[in-house]
């Protein structure tokens, strides 16, 4: 059964639409729409005749690491400033699996899923495991973590 769900292809998950800003974006826009939209990252674009383009992301993991927050001076910056470059992706056709493995290689928390060079949604790490979890039944995943010491009260005892 895991192997069939790790076989999943990315566009047959569950997915958001991303938050799609332009790279002269300010950074106080881009945290707001981040906000409003509930999501970690953005994805940043260049609009290419009708559609987007990736040039980089920015994420909550860049809000806290790359940014001066001395002043509030960091609010007019534009996006283009503190976001990662070309950005590791996963394809709409990659699997799950392929998804985690990228993850966990480049230490990443989120995953531009593009069709083409256009981002047609953002993964996180916790919707792909709350995905997976989803898939198996509850009590298998409340089994103890060593059956043999199962506890005999509530809160343990």
Same mark, same amino acid.
């Given at each position: ?8 292809? +990315? ?7 991303? #938050? ?5 974006? *300010?950074?106080?826009? @881009? ?9 970690? =990252?953005?994805?940043?674009?260049? *609009? #290419? ?11 909550? *993991? ?11 001076? &960091? ?7 503190? +976001? ?12 799950? =699996?392929?998804?985690? *493995? ?10 531009? @899923? +593009? ?7 953002? #993964? ?5 495991? =709350?995905?997976? =979890? ?20 509530? &809160?343990?005892?």
């Amino acid at each position: 059964m895991l192997e069939q769900i790790a076989s999943l292809k +990315m566009s047959q998950i569950p997915s958001r639409e991303p #938050v799609i800003v332009p790279r002269d974006a *300010r950074l106080g826009d @881009v945290v707001a729409s981040m906000r409003n939209q509930r999501q970690g =990252a953005a994805c940043v674009c260049d *609009r #290419v005749l009708d559609r987007q383009e990736l040039v980089g992301i920015f994420t909550e *993991r860049d809000l806290l690491r790359r940014i001066d927050h001395r002043t509030l001076a &960091w609010r007019d910056e534009p996006v283009h400033s503190v +976001m990662t470059a070309r950005p590791m992706i996963i394809r709409e056709d990659d699997t799950i =699996a392929e998804a985690l *493995r990228r993850m966990d290689v480049g230490k990443r928390r989120h995953l531009p @899923v +593009m069709k083409g060079r256009t981002p047609i949604a953002i #993964v996180s790490v916790r919707e792909l495991l =709350a995905f997976l =979890a989803s898939k198996f039944p509850a009590d298998f995943l409340n089994l103890p973590p060593d059956p043999g010491k199962e506890a005999r009260a509530p &809160w343990g005892g």
